[in-house]
């Protein structure tokens, strides 16, 4: 298998990952995922960082991922854009849409998300 195929199963990868990890406040996984200097732009509008993101983990709201583009920009560098539908086991008709973009860098070995916006669709 190649580099780039590699890098792009990896990619894949995580970015299913990422819904399931969320809506199980898997803050282990998001530790080892999230680069130290990591900043998401929330579909509300503030900003936070890697400790904001972990520390407001709660399980709850079901999600499903739709990859809707995956670049490889050089050997080091990655975007990913998706939607991603959330909605609660009570209310399963309320679903919210978000558009996604994360930006990853490949350090030490392994991917990290650096930054994550998101928005609502």
Request: hydrophobic share 35%; aromatic share 4%.
């Given at each position: 298998m190649s580099d780039q195929t590699t890098a792009f199963t990896?990619?894949?990868?995580?970015?299913e990952r990422i819904g399931q990890a969320e809506s199980d406040a898997d803050k282990a996984w998001f530790e080892h995922l999230l680069h130290e200097r990591f900043?998401?732009?929330?579909?509300?509008?503030?900003?936070?960082?890697?400790?904001?993101?972990?520390?407001?983990?709660?399980?709850?709201?079901?999600?499903?991922?739709?990859?809707?583009?995956?670049?490889?920009?050089?050997?080091?560098?990655a975007t990913a854009r998706c939607t991603v539908e959330k909605w609660a086991l009570a209310d399963p008709e309320a679903v919210q849409i978000f558009d996604n973009l994360r930006v990853f860098i490949r350090e030490n070995g392994r991917w990290q998300l650096i930054t994550w916006l998101a928005e609502p669709i």
């Open positions: 990896e990619l894949l990868q995580i970015n900043t998401m732009r929330r579909p509300s509008g503030p900003l936070s960082t890697k400790a904001d993101f972990i520390s407001g983990l709660a399980t709850g709201a079901k999600r499903q991922t739709t990859m809707l583009d995956l670049e490889l920009h050089g050997r080091y560098r």
